[in-house]
């Protein structure tokens, strides 16, 4: 079952305490969450850059076999989503240092007609009219997850409260969910966000995990213990983009699964956390253009021993 990805692909600055400043590199949610999805099946992208985006970050993306690129559109006079953030020490928090939303704040992109079969959404991070857009040009989907950040809850609240009774899941930080809810306890966050509409929420935290709150249930993963975090910048995306891929890949290995379900979302978790510790390791897309399926099988099976409690 094809999975399809909405979000952002942009250019980057980004500085951290430990291993410095890196300017203009590629970035956005789109990018880090189709390059982790690759690793377990086919995704297509949907997503709009500027003639400002730099030939080299096209070739990156397009090192990623599975990732196809037939919605990627290039503006012509458009400008390319730009981010920039500063960590703080202990890596887990970061400022936003600016955004230029550019070609956000134009049109949505149109989702190619061959796109239209897609059974498996994904929106990432992007402005709540783009995600609930790229929703209404697929109406053959079985699982629409959405991810979301402070600046959405800020600026578009009302837009991404409708989209909330439109999707099957939301992925989001922990402070987000505060910010959202007003509450500060994950769970009654988790909770909230399910009265509004959808079936399970996916509370990240970090270092310290992610939570699922579930209609049919409430799960805890915890991280992968990482001993070397150069830049965490994509780690939320990254994790959806294993967590999406691996819904993905065992729907089109059994047809009948129900992609939304507790267990399914709870095994994905797993998958998601193992590929978003290896992005960690390095700026932008660099770890993962390296990573091998061996290198990924095998810290899977650490992690699961891990967390085998005998
Ligand atoms: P993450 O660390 O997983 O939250 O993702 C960081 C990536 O999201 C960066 O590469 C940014 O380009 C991109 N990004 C930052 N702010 C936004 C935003 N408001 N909407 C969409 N993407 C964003």
Redesign the pocket.
Known sequence: MTLVCT??I?I?TVQTPDSGERADIL???C??FSAAASFYGPVRIVAAVGDDFPPEHVETIRHFKGIDIAGLETRAGSKT?R?G?RYHDNMDHRD?LF?ELGV?EEAPPTVPEAYRDSGVVFL????PSIQAGMLEQLPNRKLAVADT?D??IEIARAELDGLLGKVDGLVL?YDEAEQFTGKKNTVAAGRHMLDHGPRFVVIKKGEHGAILVHRDGIAALPAYPAEQVVD???????FAGGMMGAIARELSVDASLDPGSFDTIRRAMAHGTVVASFNIEAFSLERLATLTVDELDARFREYGAMMHLG
């Open positions: 979000g952002t942009g980057d970035g956005g949610s990018t880090y989503f981010w953030g936003t955004t956000l990432a991070n992007s402005h950040m600046l959405w930080n965490p910048t994509g780690a939320g995306d990254s």
